[in-house]
């Protein structure tokens, strides 16, 4: 039962344009997310979060959507660069706790 | 310059060979998490430990072990039980607040000769 879904296995983008990957989940005891940006054979790198109290969050290029009531999130990127060809994972914690739930992730790839 | 290391990358085991994979951190954080992905898949946790001398079981931790004798070390052991351990590991710690985002080592890939 997945609890985090990424129903876009890959998503290809123009450069410049805006890139924006889905999320949604099922729990809603969910209350802190996170996106997360993995390189082949690498780790995953921590991009951006945000708050279940929130929603919306901005770090430059990168923005955070948070639809409580639709239990649905997306990271939008603007404007798309070559470099954010990547995997990215959503990412999902429950009230005090330390388990964090993962999707199973988005291929994009942004072309020059 | 701080962060995660996992050794080694690539590790290959024999049938009824019990194998460990280490991580080591230097971030002086207090939990760190073992997870498990497959192609596909996300991120599945196997253990996790939270403080030194404790641990508890993530999502499928059947077939693995840990030890957590110090705050810097937290090593997997894949047993013979583990009847499909081949699979890309990954390595995390993270601060005790919850809204702590976890670091990442490199990842150990582990494949069956």
């Known amino acids: 039962d997945q609890q985090v879904k990424q129903n876009s296995p890959s998503l290809s983008v123009q450069e410049g344009r805006i890139s924006i990957l889905n999320c949604d989940y099922t729990?809603?005891?969910?209350?802190?997310f996170l996106w997360y940006k993995k390189y082949p054979a690498e780790g995953p790198t921590f991009l951006i979060s945000?708050?279940?109290?929130?929603d919306k969050n901005e770090d430059g290029r990168f923005t955070v959507f948070l639809n409580k009531s639709a239990k649905h999130l997306s990271l939008h990127i603007v404007p798309s660069q070559p470099g954010d060809s990547a995997v990215y994972f959503c990412?999902?914690?429950?009230?005090?706790?330390?388990?964090?739930?993962f999707g199973a992730g988005t291929r994009l790839f942004v072309k020059a | 310059d701080g962060g995660i290391t996992q050794s080694p990358k690539y590790l290959f085991r024999k049938e009824g060979q019990n194998v460990t994979l280490s991580c080591e951190q230097n971030?002086?954080?207090?939990?760190m998490y073992w997870y498990r992905q497959d192609p596909g898949q996300g991120l599945r946790l196997i253990y996790y430990?939270?403080?030194?001398?404790?641990?508890q079981k993530g999502d499928i931790a059947e077939g693995y072990s840990v030890s957590r004798e110090k705050k810097e070390s937290f090593p997997l052991t894949v047993t013979s039980a583990q009847k499909n351990p081949t699979a890309f590991y990954l390595c995390?710690?993270?601060?005790?607040?919850?809204?702590?985002?976890?670091?990442f080592g490199d990842g150990t890939r582990l494949s069956i000769l």
């Open positions: 729990n809603s005891m969910f209350d802190y």
């Open positions: 995390a710690s993270s601060n005790r607040e919850v809204r702590q985002p976890q670091h």
């Open positions: 971030l002086n954080h207090d939990a």
């Open positions: 430990s939270q403080i030194v001398n404790d641990f």
């Open positions: 990412a999902a914690r429950g009230t005090g706790g330390f388990k964090t739930i």
């Open positions: 945000i708050s279940s109290i929130k």
